[in-house]
């Protein structure tokens, strides 16, 4: 196997410079594991624009809230590795949650907290968790050092969050959004799919049949976005095991809602099937 796995952020550091010292640029893919083909194909991603990949797998608890499936989220380390293998992955950091924050003790750390936003749509359902993803993206670009982080744009506020922050921090890297891959029937691949049973994941189906929903409007002239809204809840609403969390659209650049649809709209909905959250978004253009 060609990948390297380390779980310490001095082995990160020592294999980074002697990638650098070959004249190779650095490529970065943060994860938390559980890895399926939309991770693979960040991972392609970065491998062909970087000489050197490093994913990192890292459950991290600082963004999870009370309640939320941080015990139970699916922890596959061997899958993992063999995946990033195949995708051309260079290394692996696997750290533990001592090696990520020695220091920490609760509240009295260093928090990176962007304050726009971060309040809205996933900010609104999980108060604290923007606030533990973008601390521990920041340590995991001062670990690594990339020239370039892949993001998913299966998580689109995350990864506008992400860009924004650093923009805002002078941060010397780009990040680059990457397409939603899908499973053929439109399902968003997900780490949390795996919690779905057979019954569920049909009814899961209602994200992305709400999505085509909503640029069929589009491409028939609809420019009203309530009413656009309104006919992907109901077409969730049609489903009894899926119950709505939000539904909708925004501007890609301030995430604020719109009234009228311009290029610019994205439809962002995050939608429970049975006791399992899952989101999904599309531009409607
Ligand atoms: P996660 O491990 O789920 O936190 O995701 C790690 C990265 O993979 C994030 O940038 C996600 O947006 C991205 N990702 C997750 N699912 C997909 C998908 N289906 N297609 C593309 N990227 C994805």
Known sequence: MAVTVVKSVADVRKAVKAARAKGLNIGFVPTMGALHEGHASLVRHSTKECGYTVVSIYVNPTQFGAGEDFDKYPRTLDADTKLVDKAGGSLIFAP???EMYPNYRGADGTWVDLVGLTKQLEGASRPHHFRGVTTVV??????VQP???YFGQKDFQQCRVIQRMAAD???PLEVVMCQTVREANGLAMS???VYLNPEQRKQALCLSQTLTKARELYARGERNA???SAAMRELIASHPLARIDYVEIVDHDTLASVAEINESS???LAVFVGT????DNGYLK
């Open 169 to 171: 921090l002078d941060m």
């Open 266 to 268: 994205v439809a962002v």
């Open 138 to 143: 920041t340590k995991l670009f001062n670990i």
């Open 276 to 279: 399992t959250r899952l989101i």
């Open 191 to 193: 780490s949390r799919n």
């Open 226 to 228: 309530e009413k656009i």
């Open 96 to 98: 533990t949650d001592r």
């Open 147 to 149: 020239d370039k982080a």
